[in-house]
């Protein structure tokens, strides 16, 4: 499975980004697909995640300004991203966890803010 993030870019703080994730295959069989993000110097951290139930979990620190989704009839994921701050700088890559485990990652779309 190839995953292949879109959207990311400079902004300033309070605006908003739209990050998408186009996978090579279908997602609707997988068992979750995610936001993980890599600030500089920083380790990766899971930003948000929708699992097999199609249940929704945040990190503290986007919850209420971050929305995850996906469209299985297009193969695609989402991260609607408001209200960024400069905290929010960083790299941040898709992934997706298979029905036989299988992690797969996109290579990453930066977000930088910027005043």
């Not at 186009?22 to 380790?43: E, N």
């Not at 986007?62 to 193969?75: A, C, H, Q």
């Not at 209200?83 to 992934?95: F, I, N, Q, R």
């Amino acid at each position: 499975v190839q995953l292949v993030e879109s959207g990311g870019g400079l902004v300033q703080p309070g605006g908003s980004l739209r990050l998408s994730c186009a996978a090579s295959r279908s997602i609707s069989d997988v068992r979750r697909v995610g936001w993980y993000r890599q600030a500089q110097g920083k380790q990766r951290e899971l930003v948000a995640a929708i699992g097999s139930g199609w249940t929704k979990t945040y990190d503290d620190s986007v919850k209420g300004r971050f929305t995850i989704s996906r469209d299985n009839t297009k193969n695609t994921m989402y991260l609607q991203m408001n209200s960024l701050k400069p905290e929010d700088t960083a790299v941040y890559y898709c992934t997706l966890l298979s029905v036989w485990y299988s992690h797969y990652w996109g290579p990453g779309t930066p977000v930088t803010l910027s005043s």
